[in-house]
T-cell receptor, first 113, second 113 residues
Framework: DADVTQTPRNRITKTGKRIMLECSQT?????MYWYRQDPGLGLQLIYY???????NKGEISDGYSVSRQAQAKFSLSLESAIPNQTALYFC????????????FGDGTRLSIL | AQTVTQSQPEMSVQEAETVTLSCTYD???????LFWYKQPPSRQMILVIR??????QNATENRFSVNFQKAAKSFSLKISDSQLGDTAMYFC??????????FGTGTSLTVIP
């Protein structure tokens, strides 16, 4: 089983719908992150959480919200999806020890029509 | 301001040859960490190599090695004996102590048979 699991793997939906992307991890890491990837732009940070009670906005948080339900679970919501939120979304985790790499899920490809 | 710069959007290399992907970064800190990630067409984000800034010795992982030039803030990835399975997007990433990850915009590498 994957250490970082994202569901769903792919999703097509319509403008205005509420969408939730889920992420769970078995690595025991405190830190979790949500990114979106667009062609030519690399990975942009949406939100991050250093523990259950610590949620922080990233560089592109507008239009998104998150919930850290437990150490192992971090979900991303689009309250009212719009077409320019069509992207590949990644969840990542990292250990709190300094300098540790991030470990990624397999991504959710989201298409908003 | 862009913290991590990958100036080569696309590159190609003949199978069995060597290729170098460039990355520069900007920081005023002396202690930080650098990474290269590989994203094959399967879209997974796979850690390739990690470098600690306070270590002068360049990191190596089998056919992958880095040329870390701290004064120049340069962190290039060399792939030796290129294989078809090396075809992927490659992302350079950077983290200062206690801060978030920053990713470059990626270099698309194609290995030609």
């Amino acid at each position: 089983d994957a250490d970082v699991t994202q569901t769903p793997r792919n999703r097509i939906t319509k403008t205005g719908k509420r969408i939730m992307l889920e992420c769970s991890q078995t690595k025991g890491h405190d830190r979790m992150y949500w990114y979106r990837q667009d062609p030519g732009l690399g990975l942009q940070l949406i939100y991050y959480s250093f523990d259950v009670k610590d949620i922080n906005k990233g560089e592109i948080s507008d239009g998104y919200s998150v919930s850290r339900q437990a150490q192992a679970k971090f979900s991303l919501s689009l309250e009212s999806a719009i077409p320019n939120q069509t992207a590949l979304y990644f969840c990542a985790t990292s250990d709190s020890l300094r300098g540790q790499p991030q470990h990624f899920g397999d991504g959710t490809r989201l298409s908003i029509l | 301001a862009q913290t991590v710069t990958q100036s080569q959007p696309e590159m190609s290399v003949q199978e069995a040859e060597t290729v170098t992907l460039s990355c520069t970064y900007d920081t005023s800190e002396s202690n930080y960490y650098l990474f290269w990630y590989k994203q094959p067409p399967s879209r997974q984000m796979i850690l390739v190599i990690r470098q600690e800034a306070y270590k002068q010795q360049n990191a190596t992982e089998n056919r992958f090695s880095v040329n870390f030039q701290k004064a120049a803030k340069s962190f290039s990835l060399k792939i030796s004996d290129s294989q078809l399975g090396d075809t992927a997007m490659y992302f350079c990433a950077f983290i200062e102590i206690g801060n978030q990850f920053y990713f470059g915009t990626g270099t698309s590498l194609t290995v030609i048979p």
